[in-house]
């Protein structure tokens, strides 16, 4: 069955530095999303993205953060200087289609900034 | 601003036992409810999605109906199994393509 694949499982970095993650959305899939959860917290929505912009992004996704999709198979999240508090799993999700369409989820990025 | 919560927020049952989780959620105006597994460690399984128009789900073991009307859905899970054991988290999609998820309910199934 098609998943969504991200990359790496775990990364750790200390304060100020940039990271990227990476996912591989399901191949048919025209929505991507990001997500976090900071450890004992609820999933937080930060970012939408379709047609090569981004169609919505919540007050978390500020100047900090970016999205790309270098090519037509990886859809990449950047931390350009990452604080104590960026510490958290970051999932990424793709749909098929919009609203209406069941979100399929990665196994997420677990980051820890030190 | 809508919010999701999820009672009980612990559920611990003896194996074979039929349970319901409850989603709760502020705004009516949704476009659908979708229903989460989440393994410790892990990312999210999508279990069931019911549709703003539809009043229920089902699939194998598994039952989500939807009240949207007094914002509502309940997770049935019939015939419980150890391997049920998870954390279930329900997520509404409003006007905008993003999902609210609730705080979740951790169940354990005891053998």
């Known amino acids: 069955e098609p998943e969504v694949t991200q990359t790496p499982s775990h990364q750790v970095t200390q304060m100020g530095q940039e990271v990227i993650l990476h996912c591989v959305p399901i191949?048919?899939?025209?929505?991507f999303y990001w997500y976090r959860q900071i450890l004992g917290q609820k999933v937080e929505f930060l970012v939408s993205f379709y047609n090569n912009e981004i169609s919505e992004k919540s007050e978390i996704f500020d100047d900090q953060f970016s999205v790309e999709r270098p090519d037509g198979s990886n859809f990449t999240l950047k931390i350009r200087s990452t604080k104590l508090e960026d510490s958290a799993m970051y999932f990424c999700?793709?749909?098929?289609?919009?609203?209406?369409?069941?979100?399929?989820f990665g196994s997420g990025t677990q980051l820890s900034v030190l | 601003k809508q919010e999701v919560t999820q009672i009980p927020a612990a559920l611990s049952v003896p194996e074979g036992e039929n349970l319901v989780l409850n989603c709760s959620f502020t705004d009516s105006a949704i476009y659908n409810l979708q229903w989460f597994r989440q393994d410790p460690g892990k990312g999210l399984t999508s279990l069931l999605l019911i549709q703003s128009s539809q009043r229920e789900q089902t699939s194998g073991r598994l039952n989500a109906s939807l009240d949207k009307s007094s914002g509502r859905s309940t997770l049935y899970i019939a015939a419980s199994q150890p391997g049920d054991s998870a954390t279930y988290l329900c997520a509404v999609k409003g006007a905008t393509n993003k999902l609210i998820f609730g705080t979740g309910t951790l169940l354990a199934v005891q053998p």
């Open positions: 191949s048919n899939h025209l929505y």
């Open positions: 999700a793709s749909s098929r289609q919009g609203a209406e369409e069941k979100l399929f």
